[in-house]
């Protein structure tokens, strides 16, 4: 397989795929066992080394194309545009933890 001036193997190609299928799939909620405070974390221990500072700053030089002129008439290339910001979006709130909403109740006027 070619892209640009890289040439990649199937064997490089199968060891991504393979790396792919072997990812835990994992859905973070309040109650636990991983939490959105564990994501955060998580995605920060990650991003917060230099190496990692490079891999998300090239994340998001893909993820958010400068828009062109040529793009104002083509629906479907601007949308498609708008799908990878919302990603790049997606791993920046990755690394805010979401607090639980808390709704308090207070007793009212009779005191039930």
Not at 24 to 40: K, L, M, Q, S
Not at 43 to 49: D, E, Q, R, T
Not at 51 to 74: E, F, Y
């Amino acid at each position: 397989m070619t892209r640009g001036n890289v040439t990649f193997a199937q064997a490089d190609l199968d060891a991504v795929v393979a790396l792919l299928e072997a990812l835990p799939r994992v859905t973070p909620n309040h109650e636990g066992p991983y939490t959105f405070t564990d994501r955060a974390r998580d995605f920060l221990a990650v991003f917060g080394s230099e190496q990692g500072r490079r891999v998300l700053s090239q994340i998001h030089q893909v993820c958010d194309p400068p828009p062109t002129i040529r793009n104002a008439d083509k629906p479907g290339t601007l949308a498609f545009q708008s799908g990878m910001r919302r990603v790049m979006t997606e791993i920046m709130l990755c690394m805010v933890a979401k607090e639980q909403m808390r709704v308090e109740r207070t007793e009212d006027a009779s005191g039930s």
